[in-house]
């Protein structure tokens, strides 16, 4: 979503739900989202990988979301799970930095998702792209989640 794009249905939506990975992108949608609608509620889902290292970490989003990389009007016209291999076979890894916080620190977790809950979204919606859901959700739950509810109560 472009700030533009914010800004023609502010009016009239409900509030504002978007993924921007990039701080200066979301930053800029928040803005002309809080212009034309102030006292909406946002939300924001984060894509996240998150593993015990980085190479794992880093593996698991191109593994898993590199799909992401090729656009929505292009990945809308294939249609098997092979057609989305073979199509974004070429996207490197290095790539999903783009798209994906990606990291195997927990609190360089915290210090990402601190600064999005900065913008005064509703919610952070956390979607971890690996299959590791329950380490993550554990590792999460014990140390991201609290740092986090510690920031909301100062």
Request: a negative charge; charged letters at 20%; hydrophobic letters at 40%.
């Amino acid at each position: 979503m472009s700030e533009v794009t914010t800004e023609q249905v502010a009016g009239y939506a409900d509030g504002l739900f978007t993924t921007p990975p990039e701080m200066e992108a979301l930053t800029r949608i928040v803005t002309a989202f809080r212009q034309h609608a102030p006292a909406k509620l946002m939300h924001l889902k984060v894509d996240l990988s998150w593993a015990t290292d980085a190479a794992s970490a880093l593996h698991d989003a191109h593994d898993q979301w590199r799909f992401l990389l090729a656009g929505r009007e292009t990945s809308q016209q294939w249609e098997t799970p092979e057609d989305f291999a073979c199509n974004t076979r070429h996207i490197a890894p290095s790539a999903m930095y783009r798209a994906v916080l990606i990291s195997a620190e927990l609190d360089q977790h915290v210090e990402w998702l601190r600064a999005r809950a900065a913008l005064g979204f509703e919610s952070l919606d956390l979607h971890n792209v690996g299959r590791n859901q329950e380490q993550f959700i554990e590792s999460f739950g014990r140390n991201v989640l609290p740092a986090l509810q510690r920031i909301n109560k100062s």
